[in-house]
């Protein structure tokens, strides 16, 4: 069972004002290395590691994510599919034929190959090219390769299978380049990201978003004093912040899914939020 599996022992729940009531130990808007107090005052250490046992200050240049696949330093991938994208899927295509169907940062997510099995037109951003190789080879799906003339990257398109992904800095995949979409499946990005960077990275999706279309955003919640990321945390209200100006954002879920690997880490909490996002002019 992957590490960050739902953890059954607390079931979903609403989120209350009790459950979100937690400290912000760290700021999720930057990097607290080499600083001895917090936000908060508490002590943050000095030397601290990311989910891939690196000594880090947190930050993540596009090269460190294709090493971690070189590597072969993918635990944050889940063999099965989402649950959060399982439970949420009917409002998210409610009264949509065959939806186009956005994963930014997809890595190698099986949820790529659910959806596509649905029926819908799926498309992934992903910069590891070997991330992509491994999806389709490992779901034994044909595609082609093309060089992008746009932007520097290569597109993976099915050869049969209605599915593109294309293997880019997700900062420069904009409408002009893969059109709008109806739907988002995001798991984690905003925990991948720089945390300085999600500013932009929301502007890029709400660009990418048709006016009627559906955005569900799953994020992580945890604190920083021992540990650097990625992840990264974000604070529920950070969804309100980066989207609320031109979004409805919905806050539907709030679960433990601390498991044995964010132990490791030495936070101590370990929570996953989900927002449903829909564009205001609808
Ligand atoms: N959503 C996926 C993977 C999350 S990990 C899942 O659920 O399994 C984040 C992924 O984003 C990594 O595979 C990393 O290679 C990729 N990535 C990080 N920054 C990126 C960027 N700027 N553009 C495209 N891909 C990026």
Redesign the pocket.
Known sequence: MPDTAINTSESTTTPTAKSLKRTRQDSANGPTNGHSKGTNGENIKKERKNQFGEISDGH?K?GD??T??ENGR?K???SAV?PMLLKHIDRLVEGKDKPRFY???????V?LKWLLDRGYAVIG????EL?IQQFFEEHDIKYKTEKMTEIEGTVYKGTDDDITIYS????KLTSAIMSKVDCIWD???MA??NPEDRQKYSEVIIELMKPDSRYLLDMFQLEHHTFAGPPHNFEPEDAQKLYGTKCTVEHLENVNVMCAWQKTWGTSYFYENDFFITPKSN
């Not at 994963?103 to 997510?109: A, E, I, T, V």
């Not at 951003?125 to 590891?128: F, K, S, T």
């Open positions: 993540m596009l994510w294709v971690q696949w993918t944050f991938h889940k989402h994963l930014p940062l997809c890595g190698k997510s949820d951003c992903e910069i590891a991330g880019c800095d997700f900062f798991r984690g990005s991948a990201i």
